[in-house]
């Protein structure tokens, strides 16, 4: 059971989230066109073990998307930011 | 065996009857149901796993290896439940297992013979060598199920209810102790919030073994006192820890059986930033030839039955030990009147320790060690032999060996969170180690201290760290004298040289130390391994009783230090947890939220049957007399095109898209243009993934200037809502939209068929529906009796239609009133069945065709797809693998025959050999009343360019082939006369 420090709504449940994924990655500008990049932002992913950033959604609660430290082999959980606030 | 006429914890003036085997079985409140048996003279009360051989009472705690029993009767059955844990209660009825036709006389005992067929790894034995893949595996398995296993679970509904709780507090407390309650204390002083959980029925722990009116027991009332004068201290009883998780999460059972009107069990989610482990530890059996002998107990166990239920195990016992502990046993028993032999594998004992033996009339034998129990039902003596091997084995007579070789701390909970325990080689124990950051934090036996006021001391350090810098928690309870402990003085032979017999390891499973040999025999290192090759420790066991011997062993044989071959990994649960008390409420339609719609009772009313669709209620068709669904959805879809019809559509996802940007985002999710959409338009149109894979399609509407109304299918509504989030959260923050949603909001209902505009006209006078005021793909703001609605002239059906939408408060009303001024024109409520056959007879792709595999080109939707802005999967759709030109195409099926075709058949060429994968599938089928033929969509490879191709549909769950031609999916009006008249 991980709990999660929401911003908006303080300390939850695992349960009421749901984790999307790899945090680090960057969506490319909506004109690049070169396919590379575009498999390179659906497809490759590092599969760290340690600490990694990811995006969680608190869709059973405020509805924001969060960008967490966590770290992927303790599940520590070391920071916890809106996404919209988050530096990209 | 007896009960003694005064003494004890228990209450004389409460006696209970219990029913044990179908006889009457007495006993006392206080007891266990172990007491009781013992108490009752029961020496067997139970059958071995494997062998069948006879069990006793073993323990008087969760370790109990021999005592398990089924409880209740009928549908209340419990198998697996130990004795010793099982709270004496009027009318409890209690079963032994493992044995037929009774304990006394078990056909399955003739295991015990043939026992050299069942060592070490016989099942797996059984699927190598000679026997792999023949009938003899299958006859061994066979055999082996029936022959071993334990009580049998019960097949019917549980009837009993169960609940679960979270909550939180500042510090736990696990185990109700010495080291536990003062732990307790010391934070409750303190001021912490504090939860101090104890899965016996009575705090206390090791101090209800000893005798009453003692030094401990002044002392464990006392601080029961002060404890129930601290209102932030809540004490649970009979509630096991069984787990301790990530973030400070503890899982808890909690026994409320026999209290009425409560659920029998409460499972407890406890989140704890700090927690004093205070579990205390289980003592180890010796092993010896016959040590599972009813007679044979851990000495711990003697003494708990002796001076907490009053029960004295036996008249002549025999104390076996390597270390100091089981001389208090020995004293106790003595006391009680019992001739005792202590039998120390030591050469050295205390001197204060042997003096007092001898002056309470006890026998020591130094350097001795029981190598046999002997007896037919029960021990009647034992051999003992000098561990130097000088001299000869004596034979001594006696009804009881109470054994002890050693304790193991209880070091599971901290384990699970911390990894491997270290081990201690002065004490042969595991115990946690000192790890200061840990918010689980050991105190008392589990450290195995060497004194009694370490326990105190430590407890009450532990509790007062967890809760705190701030408060007092005043002065340490003073010690008492608790007995000699285990861990100083101890000798480490656990097993003599020259044992005679089967000499057991592990008694619940039945792996004796010959099991052991035979593994290092064969090869078998690592702990882990042996483990599972010989089962020891495994089931309810869990490194209780069996984890150290097997070990012990093991390190011996590879001459290794115990510490060097490790441990095994402790998992949750310590102790057995009823799943039915983690599932708690959430069974049968409970395991998730119903969905129903706005018109949900007007459909039950009308006796429609409904279908699930994800979590929704939806009416699936509306049988006249004894009509099936295949009638229904034929009479309702001509209906439909002959008449008109009305069909709840409420379920479909519907977002409000809203601000000075909502065009642009639009743009950008959907693959066709939108800033184009005039204000009162609506638009059809189709999302991609990232990867170019088709998603999603719907109808947005242009409410206002900045404002959309968007509808998504009813199956991804929740998945699209939160993907427009992520993406205006992070990646599109540029964007001033906002996305809400209204799916509950609004309730929907589409009113398609010829007549559609004539009975509109009646309800909303004064609203121009004319074609040329409403063509298709726009909308109009009417009132319906009164009732806001918005009209959006669309259609899914292929007819002139309508989806009406209106605040779900009036969605009631409005479809009634609907339904009422339709009468004249013959109107009908439709499903969701006669629905898709509309849909299908029209090409509209679904659910069924947007499987997650289809690109645009596939579904023939290629032409929504812009080519002058850029959108989600706009360069990945140009994949190569997605443009290639043997992908399967979406095309209409003709099929012959009076059977129709199904979603999920396969297609080949006419001729071809219904091999392999096949040219293509069938999505979606019906009959089509417009038509009057069997069609289906399909995809079939290439397939737009074999129009009028022959094929195959072959069904090979059914053994079905059927012929079918390709041909148009738009099968009826692919004009669109109808829908746009
Ligand atoms: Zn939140």
Known sequence: ?88 | MKRLTTGGRINRDTPVTMCFDGRDLPGFEGDTLASALLAAGHKTVGRSFKYHRRRGVYSAGVEEPNAMVTLHEGAFREPNTRATCVEAQDGLVAASQNAWPNIHLDIGAVNNLLSPFFSAGFYYKTFIGPFSGTGFWMWCERFIRRASGMGRAVHLPDPDTYEKVTTTCDVLVIGGGAAGLSAALAAGRKGARVILAEQDTVLGGAILSDPVGGESDFWLKQIELELHTLPNIRILTRASVFGAYDSDTYGMVEHLSGCEGQPRQRYWQIHAPRAVMATGAIERPMVFGNNDLPGVMLAGAVRSYLNRFAVLAGQTALVATNNDSAYATAIDLASAGAGVTVVDTRTEVPQALREQAETAGIRVLRGHAVIAARGRKCVTSALVAPLDQNGQPLQLACDLIAASAGWSPNVHLWSQLYKTPEYRPESACFIPRALFEAHLQPAGLVTAPMEMAQIITDGFARGSEAAGPDGDAGTVPESFDGGPLWSGNFGPVWCAPGVKGKAFVDLQHDVKLSDIDQAHLEGYVSVEHLKRYTTTGMATDQGKLANVNALARMADLQEREIAEAGTTTFRPPFTPVTIGALVGQDHGAHVRPTRRTPIHDWHVAQGAALAEAGLWKRAWYYPQGDEDVGAAYRREAAHVRAHIGLVDVSTLGKIAVQGPDAATFLNRVYTNGWKSLRPGRIRYGVMLREDGIVLDDGATARLGEHEYFMTTTTANAAKILADFERRLQSDWRDLKVHVTSLTDQFAAMALAGPKSRALLQTLCPDVDLSPEALPNNSFVEATIAEHPVRLHRMSFSGELAYEIYTPSGHGQPVWQAIMTAGAPHRIIAYGTESMGTLRIEKGHVAGPELDGRTTMEDLGLAGLASSKKPFVGSVLRHRPLLQSEDRAQLVGLLVEGDEGARGGSLIFAKGAAPEGHGEGWVTSATYSPALGKYIAMAFVKNGQARLGEEVQIVNLLENQTSSARLISHHFFDPEGERQNG
């Open chain 1, 1 to 88: 059971m991980i709990r999660i420090h929401c911003p908006i709504c303080g300390q939850r449940s695992e349960t009421e989230f749901s984790y999307y994924g790899d945090a680090t990655v960057k969506r490319p500008d909506e004109h690049e066109t070169d396919p590379a990049l575009w498999v390179d932002y659906v497809f490759t992913r590092d599969n760290p073990r340690g600490w990694h950033r990811e995006y969680w959604h608190h869709v059973q609660g405020c509805r924001q998307w969060l960008v967490l430290e966590r770290n992927t082999l303790t599940h520590e959980v070391s920071a916890c930011h809106l996404a919209s606030e988050a530096s990209s």
